[in-house]
């Protein structure tokens, strides 16, 4: 609990009380996560002892804002068409192996397969037999187009990652603006304010009063966690 409030920002004195931390903090910045992005986040309280100690988030894909998601068709007893064609393409009559190694890696990855060695390879005029080579060769082939579906996929998770981490800042800014505003009503911003104002009154002395109010409230603003 203790770590999360420190990442947030969260060390005005209401906040130790859980109530408060939950209903100004908590409860805002999951409902803005669910409403816009694209995971789905909720939580719950852990205890030691009497004490609330951790709070355990669960994160899930908001379907909301993704598209349906395709069902792949069942290999069956006939091989997919642009499968078919691809093989055709490459001179590969024998399309019985391909009924195991589509169960085994999948469609993409045997289409990403068959569509990679075919750019590679469909001018090379040396190669006569285009399809006895890349018999030879397929689980070569296959564990390439693998990795590097591994690597494209590595790729997106770190973009999505840093895309989520741009909203929780984001979240996080407009949690400290909200803070913010509500403790412009307290004693303690206006001593602030009236301190400042003192300690800066030869820098505002030509300013009009609505400016000097705007720099003091955005020095205090800047100053504010």
Known sequence: MDTLK?????HLPGYDRYDLFRTRVLNPAVKQINEDSDIYCEFQTLRTGR????????VLRN??????LLVPESVGDQIPQHISELLAKIGINNEQPFFNLIDKYGDDIITKTLKDFWDSY????????????F????NILIQKSIREQNEIEAAEKVANDKA????????NELLRVQRFEQWKDSKEYKEEF????DQYSDMFKNASEKTAINLIETMIKNEFK
Not at 63 to 68: A, F, T, Y
Not at 194 to 197: N, R, V
Request: glycine content about 2%; hydrophobic content about 45%; proline content about 2%.
């Open 6 to 10: 420190q990442a947030l920002d969260c």
């Open 51 to 58: 004490n609330i100690s951790h709070i355990e988030f669960r």
């Open 63 to 68: 379907l909301k804002h993704h598209p349906k």
């Open 122 to 133: 469909q001018y090379a005029e040396a190669l006569k037999n285009k399809a006895g080579f």
């Open 135 to 138: 018999m030879s060769r397929v």
């Open 164 to 171: 989520m981490a741009a909203k929780m800042a984001q979240a």
């Open 194 to 197: 009236s301190k400042l104002k």
